[in-house]
């Protein structure tokens, strides 16, 4: 084999082993490589990813209890697929599968994030008490939140030549979630659920590539749109419910006369949680929202430093700053009592809110080992997005090294894998009331993740 083709089939064995990137950051999990369409002919792959994190928090800050929480993150398993075909010498078409953004949490144990009959309404008014004097129910189980969203991208190609590719097309991307708030440091929201059904919605790519095969050069720009979905949740939020009755806001009343009485509130104060409370949501209340999926840009490269030898490596933006998920009636009941939050809120706050865009970037080694084994070492920083969700915002950006393995038994086929390993950044849980205030209710320090990677992939 000559130089100029062992660093083509170098060039290409990276780029596939590569290609299945991890991520750890807010939602973004897989880097939503183009890759799969840039490689020379017809090809198809397929994949799976696995997270397996461990988030450990404590409770923290205005948070009264100091409990630990034990880990709180679920493995996360994300299967892609990609199909291109190379219709003539100009021109290509690809399909890409993946499910770029999610998350998976659930809170267990004894701590305020868990219901149990003692959480407090207000100051001085359990669950218990509250739901047996309007009748209600009491809010039982634990915080939860699962996020999904999956991506199918149809990729349109030309290549005027042997070292350009202008490539785009459009972008059909579908978004699931299943949020429950449980516990004492949800307040009035202890209880709510927001469960959506799958819908979905369009947006596009588009980008260009360009390579020079004898020195194994490629790179590629690729852009992503921002895709706005609108979602009709289906909301349950039993405090809430209890406070829109007669007898719920007359044990209230009552309640807050005796804390007057007691001299553990004003007048003042009396009024304004009255006047908050005349402002909630009536029970059936129910509509539309929308929110935007970020836009993102990806930039990648390698380039040959010697024969059997490759530098890699990847930058990439998404657009999360202002991203903000508010089912209708979180949003309203959110209106109503934010003046009361600190700092005040009477916009109201988010389900999840982001405040930062996200910057990654990826660097790496790729050796060929034999004519049939390729291996590769990378490592890799994330500045995460600033997140503050209500479920306690665990992490913010990353390190990470990693390291992966690609066996060719014949030129038509592969196999490969890879493993990461990640440092996660130490963050601090606010809620959606407090989010970018210096106001939390936990901390999470010196977490990991690792996350491993299996492709197969088929020229043909």
Same mark, same amino acid.
Request: glycine share 14%; no cysteine.
């Given at each position: 084999m000559n130089h100029m083709t062992k660093k083509k089939a170098l060039a290409t064995a990276i780029a596939l082993l590569c290609s299945g990137s991890l991520h750890a950051a807010a939602f973004d999990r897989t880097g939503q490589s183009i890759a799969p369409f840039l490689q020379p002919g017809n090809y198809y792959e397929a994949g799976l990813t696995i997270s397996d994190a461990s988030l450990q928090g404590q409770e923290a800050g205005l948070n009264k209890a100091r409990a630990s929480m034990s880990d709180i993150a679920n493995t996360d398993y994300r299967p892609s697929t990609a199909l291109k075909l190379q219709l003539s010498p100009e021109f290509s078409f690809g399909l890409l599968y993946d499910q770029p953004f999610g998350s998976d949490t659930a809170?267990?144990?004894?701590? *305020?994030? @868990?219901?149990?009959?003692?959480?407090?309404?207000?100051?001085?008014?359990?669950?218990?008490?509250?739901?047996?004097?309007?009748?209600?129910?009491?809010?039982?189980?634990?915080?939860?939140?699962?996020?999904?969203?999956?991506?199918?991208?149809?990729?349109?190609?030309? $290549?005027?030549?042997? %070292?350009? %590719?202008?490539?785009?097309?459009?972008?059909? $991307?579908?978004?699931?979630s299943r949020v429950e708030l449980r516990g004492d440091v949800y307040s009035l929201y202890n209880g709510y659920d927001a469960h959506t059904d799958i819908i979905g919605d369009w947006g596009w790519l588009a980008g260009f590539a360009y390579q020079i095969p004898e020195k194994a050069i490629k790179t590629s720009l690729t852009y992503r749109s921002a895709i706005v979905h609108k979602v009709n949740a289906t909301e349950n939020a039993p405090i809430i419910d209890m406070l829109n009755t007669t007898q719920g806001r007359d044990f209230v009343d009552q309640h807050l006369?005796?804390?007057? *009485?007691?001299?553990?509130?004003?007048?003042? /104060? /009396?009024?304004?949680? %009255?006047?908050?409370?005349?402002?909630?949501?009536?029970?059936?209340?129910?509509?539309?929202?929308?929110?935007?999926?970020?836009?993102?840009?990806?930039?990648? !490269?390698?380039?040959? +430093?010697?024969?059997?030898?490759? +530098?890699?490596?990847?930058?990439?933006?998404?657009?999360? =700053?202002?991203? /903000?998920?508010?089912?209708?009636?979180?949003?309203?009941?959110?209106?109503?009592?934010?003046?009361?939050?600190?700092?005040? *809120?009477?916009?109201? !706050?988010? +389900?999840?809110?982001?405040?930062?865009?996200?910057? =990654?970037?990826?660097?790496?080694?790729? $050796?060929? +080992?034999?004519?049939?084994?390729?291996? =590769?070492? =990378?490592?890799?920083?994330?500045?995460?997005?600033?997140?503050? @969700?209500?479920?306690?915002?665990?992490?913010?950006?990353?390190?990470?090294?990693?390291?992966?393995?690609?066996?060719?038994?014949?030129?038509?086929?592969?196999?490969?894998?890879?493993m990461k390993y990640f440092w996660l950044g130490d963050a601090k849980g606010q809620l959606g009331a407090q989010a970018g205030s210096d106001y939390y209710v936990s901390e999470f320090k010196d977490n990991h993740s690792i996350g491993y990677g299996l492709k197969i992939g088929y020229k043909f």
């Open positions: 809170y267990s144990g004894k701590n *305020s994030f @868990v219901a149990s009959a003692n959480d407090n309404v207000i100051p001085g008014m359990t669950t218990t008490k509250f739901a047996e004097a309007t009748g209600g129910k009491i809010p039982t189980g634990n915080s939860n939140a699962r996020f999904n969203m999956q991506n199918l991208s149809l990729i349109f190609g030309y $290549q005027p030549n042997k %070292n350009w %590719n202008f490539y785009a097309g459009p972008t059909y $991307q579908t978004f699931k006369d005796h804390l007057i *009485s007691m001299g553990m509130m004003t007048q003042e /104060k /009396k009024a304004q949680l %009255n006047e908050a409370f005349d402002d909630l949501p009536e029970t059936k209340n129910s509509g539309t929202t929308k929110f935007r999926s970020p836009d993102s840009v990806n930039f990648d !490269f390698q380039t040959g +430093l010697r024969p059997g030898t490759l +530098l890699f490596g990847n930058v990439r933006w998404v657009h999360w =700053s202002g991203f /903000k998920y508010q089912p209708y009636r979180f949003g309203e009941i959110s209106k109503a009592i934010g003046v009361l939050a600190t700092p005040s *809120s009477p916009e109201g !706050f988010g +389900l999840v809110h982001y405040f930062e865009d996200q910057w =990654s970037g990826n660097l790496g080694i790729g $050796q060929r +080992l034999s004519p049939k084994l390729f291996g =590769s070492a =990378s490592v890799g920083w994330d500045s995460g997005a600033g997140e503050k @969700v209500s479920t306690g915002g665990p992490s913010k950006g990353y390190y990470n090294i990693g390291l992966g393995a690609q066996y060719s038994p014949t030129p038509q086929y592969f196999i490969s894998g890879g």
